[in-house]
């Protein structure tokens, strides 16, 4: 059975950074594209960025771009955002999603129950 578990959520200032990790297991992930998507309070689901299985990285979100990294462990089958320059437009709960495959697009097949980011101004 896959299990997705976010965590690293948290209660931050502007300007301010956290680190989302999300661990895996049910199976080996090297060979799955992993994602990051969030949902801020009355907004639909977003992709935010996404890593296929050979480290390459897509970005759904043009806002995270130079602020997000994201970077994926195979030997831990974890996943990790790293958040800079937050700002309170981030703030939503940010879930984890992985998809069998090298590529990012289409659906995501398996995903965690979300960890909360709020960005205070």
């Known amino acids: 059975q896959v299990q997705l578990v976010e965590s690293g959520g948290g209660l931050v200032q502007a300007g301010g950074s956290l680190r989302l990790s999300c661990a895996a297991s049910?199976?080996?992930?090297?060979?799955?594209?992993m994602g990051w998507f969030r949902q801020a309070p009355g907004k639909e689901r977003e992709g935010v960025l996404c890593?296929?299985?050979?480290?390459?990285?897509?970005y759904y979100a043009d806002s995270v771009k130079g602020r997000f990294t994201i970077i994926r462990d195979n030997a831990k089958n974890t996943v990790y955002v790293q958040m800079n320059s937050l700002k309170p437009e981030d703030t939503a709960v940010y879930y984890c999603?992985?998809?069998?495959?090298?590529?990012?697009?289409?659906?995501?097949?398996?995903w965690g129950k979300g960890t909360l980011v709020t960005v205070s101004s």
């Open positions: 999603a992985v998809k069998w495959g090298y590529y990012c697009s289409g659906g995501m097949d398996y």
């Open positions: 049910g199976r080996t992930f090297s060979s799955y594209a």
């Open positions: 890593i296929n299985s050979s480290g390459g990285t897509t």
